[in-house]
């Protein structure tokens, strides 16, 4: 066989190969995937629950709740992402957020950039909207807590084996008096073999 020959059908074979497409099935997203060592969903979610149960079973809970007589308000101030990949913190961010609002234990006040969207309605409102629909100024509800937290990562590696390490720290603050009500941390650890 000459080399033009095979070169041609390893060709052809790798074009019929790449033609091929793909099977996409859809899943339960509660199903657990993990296809590697990375940060999922599923790592989102799980944390996102077990820290929010952990924060509400702090002292700090009971105590707001007999002295204030109201469900305390929070505000996600910021959750920086320090780990060595690029983990969607927005997404981390929500499932905190539904997993507090699920328990019906805190209500969440809007972030700062979202707040000013809402404001710039409100004043849309006044100038487009019937005078009994209008939303009025000066009804928002101020935040009493700010969360504030990290996540990081540690990774250690030897030949055909990886162990990658996340610990996402939480912090809970009385935005009043500065202090901090509640310190949460939850680890999770994964291996890969190569």
Request: glycine residues 4%.
């Amino acid at each position: 066989m000459s080399k033009w020959l095979i070169v041609a059908l390893m060709g052809l074979t790798f074009l019929s190969a790449c033609s091929r497409n793909p099977v996409v099935n859809r899943v339960d997203p509660n199903q657990e995937f993990a296809l590697t060592d990375r940060w999922n969903a599923t790592d989102s979610r799980l944390v996102a629950q077990e820290m929010m149960q952990d924060m509400m079973a702090f002292p700090w809970y009971n105590q707001w709740l007999r002295e204030q007589g109201s469900t305390p308000k929070v505000i996600v101030q910021n959750i920086r992402n320090l780990s060595h990949e690029s983990i969607p913190v927005e997404t981390f961010i929500n499932d905190i957020k539904r997993a507090a609002l699920q328990q019906g234990s805190v209500d969440f006040v809007a972030s700062a950039d979202v707040r000013q969207d809402i404001r710039e309605e409100r004043f849309d409102q006044g100038d487009y909207a019937r005078p009994d629909t209008q939303a009025q100024f000066g009804q928002e509800l101020g935040a009493d807590f700010a969360l504030v937290g990290s996540i990081n990562s540690f990774v250690d590696a030897h030949r055909n084996r990886r162990v990658t390490s996340y610990q996402v720290d939480l912090m809970l603050i009385n935005i009043e008096t500065n202090q901090q009500v509640w310190l949460g941390q939850k680890k999770i650890q994964k291996t890969a073999r190569f």
